[in-house]
């Protein structure tokens, strides 16, 4: 089976840091991109940050210059560096991987998702 697990979610100030790691375990042969979303209740998921096997990035102009996507491929890992958090960053933050699997399928994972909460 193969899964993806966020973690590092919590309660932080406005114009806080936060660091989130999603980490992606199980039979895999490859993974093609990876990204993260964000849910606020009611409201659509939002992807804000992608990266690729090649290590090119994209981000929503709602978090450029501030958030921070990176990629561990030897650990099976992407982190988000979130700098000068804002009260409307609040949010359940989702990891998300396109990826192959063994036996060679493709797959769609998702994360349980982790909450930030962004409050003074």
């Known amino acids: 089976q193969v899964q993806v697990v966020e973690s590092g979610g919590g309660l932080v100030q406005p114009g806080g840091s936060l660091r989130l790691t999603c980490t992606a375990s199980?039979?895999?042969?490859?993974?093609?991109?990876m990204g993260w979303y964000r849910q606020v209740p009611g409201k659509q998921r939002e992807l804000f940050a992608t990266i690729t096997s090649s290590d090119s990035t994209n981000y929503a102009d709602s978090v450029k210059g501030r958030f921070t996507i990176s990629r561990d491929n030897a650990k099976n890992t992407i982190s988000l560096q979130m700098n000068n958090l804002k009260p409307e960053d609040t949010a359940v933050y989702y990891c998300?991987?396109?990826?192959?699997?063994?036996?060679?399928?493709?797959?769609?994972?998702w994360g349980q998702g982790t909450l930030v909460t962004v409050s003074s």
């Open positions: 199980g039979n895999i042969l490859a993974i093609n991109s």
């Open positions: 998300n991987a396109d990826l192959i699997g063994s036996p060679w399928r493709y797959l769609d994972v």
